[in-house]
Each structure stands twice: as structure tokens, then as C-alpha cells.
């Protein structure tokens, strides 16, 4: 009950319960934060005496184990990374050698004639007005041209010529590997295009060796030359793979 006075009651000043609804506010918010401190302090204490009654020796041993376990884990993880290593290492040396084998495979494939080829080089023709460049003529500009590093050559865009290929003479005129040959013959050439041109007009070379014969010779250095014949393909009848 407010208190009375003989002029009436006396109420509270204006603002007293706001300011009592403050400080009732404040107090809760300090004992929650008390709670709470004193909630982890007791968890904390209650984890530490998990321990509190442990015998040194067997803390020591408990010490030990968890030192061993955690020495086994790092020298698993040393493991594992250094069969991640080799893996990496054979994988990357997998890779090389593969690779080496594919560029090994397209080379060969290159020399043998089993593939076309195109690169810089030369293109010879080769006139003959009397009819005298033969077999043997065209071998010795073939093996010109070998000499001075022809890679891949073709002979009137239907014969590859290659280490099996061969030249032979008939009554209406020159065969390469059993196909017809006629003049003029054009004789296209993948290589060092410069050392190609040179061969053909240093004295004693291509040049001469058909004028020999009264056949004539054009040389075109191109930046681009297609070998597109394929060799024709031969089972060694004697030779086999050695040991």
C-alpha cells in the first residue's frame, strides 16, 4: 500500500520504476555471466580430476603410449608420402617413355614409308630428251640426294622410295619398285631444302651425273614439300629380329 498522508497518498516519483527495471536487468545479466564461469570452471575442474587420482606410473606409461602412437602416425604419413613420390616419379617416367616410343614410332614409320610426309625441301626434275637416264643413272641421283640428308622422297608422285626400293630397266624404259616410270621424272624431297639445292650443283653431283646422259636437270627449293606415296610393304624372306 503507498503511504498515506493527510493530503492524500504518496505516490512514487515520476521515473523510479524504469529505473529499478535497469538495475534488476543489469543484476540478471551479471549472474548469467557468473553462471556461466562458474559452470566452465567446474567442467574444467571435473575433465583435470579425471587424471587426479591416476598413479604417476601409469600417467608416465599413458605419456609413453600416446608418444609411440603418435611416432607410428608420422612415420606412416613419411610412408605414404614417399610411395606418393615413386607413384608421381613412375607415372611422369611412364609418360616420357611413352612419349619417346610415339616419337620413336613416327619416325620410323617416316623412313620406312609406311606414312606420308611434309616438311621443307626440294623438287627435281629430271629431263630426258635421248631416253638414256636408266636405272642406274637414277640410283646414283637417288643416292645424291640420300647423301645430302633426304629424309623422305618420292618419285613422280607414285613411288616412295625407301632403303628396299630398286630400279630396273625394261624395254619401254625404267621401273621403280615394278611401277612404270616415264620422263620427265620429278623427284620430290624432304630436308635441309639449302643442302638439297647445293647437292644437286656442287661438281661431280646430281647435275653432272645426268648431263652425263644429255639429260637435264631443274631444281625448286620450297618451303613446303608433301610426300604422299606409300612404300610398298616386304617381308624380309632371310633377315630376323637379333636376340
Known amino acids: 500500500m503507498p503511504e498515506t498522508h493527510d493530503d492524500g497518498p504518496i505516490l512514487p516519483a515520476p521515473g523510479s520504476r ?4 535497469r538495475a534488476q536487468v543489469v543484476v540478471a545479466l551479471l549472474l ?6 562458474t559452470a ?6 571435473s575433465v583435470d580430476d579425471g587424471y587426479a587420482g591416476t598413479r604417476r606410473g601409469d600417467l608416465v606409461q599413458l605419456l609413453d603410449s600416446l608418444d609411440t602412437a603418435n611416432q607410428r602416425a608420422q612415420s606412416q604419413i613419411l610412408e605414404l608420402e614417399a610411395t606418393r613420390r615413386e607413384l608421381l616419379d613412375s607415372s611422369t617416367q611412364t ?3 611413352l612419349e619417346e616410343a610415339r616419337l620413336e614410332a613416327d619416325t620410323l614409320a617416316i623412313l620406312s614409308g609406311a606414312v ?3 616438311g621443307p625441301g626440294v623438287r627435281i626434275v629430271v629431263e630426258d630428251p635421248t631416253g638414256q637416264v636408266g636405272a642406274s643413272v637414277m640410283l646414283n641421283v637417288i643416292e645424291e640426294l640420300r647423301d645430302a640428308g633426304a629424309e623422305a ?3 613422280n608422285d607414285q613411288v616412295r622410295v625407301v632403303a628396299q626400293t630398286f630400279f630396273a630397266d625394261d624395254g619401254e624404259g625404267m621401273t621403280v619398285d615394278g611401277i612404270q616410270a616415264s620422263p ?5 624431297a624432304i630436308g635441309d631444302a639449302s643442302t638439297l639445292a647445293v647437292a644437286t650443283s656442287f661438281p661431280g653431283g646430281l647435275e653432272d651425273i645426268v648431263a652425263t646422259v644429255d639429260g637435264t636437270v631443274e631444281v625448286q627449293v620450297l618451303d613446303e614439300v608433301e610426300v604422299t606415296a606409300l612404300s610398298v610393304s616386304r617381308e624380309p624372306d632371310y633377315a630376323r629380329p637379333a636376340d
Open 18 to 21: 524504469a529505473r529499478v527495471s
Open 32 to 37: 548469467a555471466v557468473l553462471g556461466f564461469a
Open 40 to 45: 566452465l570452471q567446474l567442467r574444467s575442474n
Open 95 to 97: 609418360q616420357t617413355a
Open 116 to 118: 606420308g610426309a611434309t
Open 153 to 155: 622422297m618420292e618419285i
Open 184 to 188: 620427265p621424272y620429278v623427284i620430290d
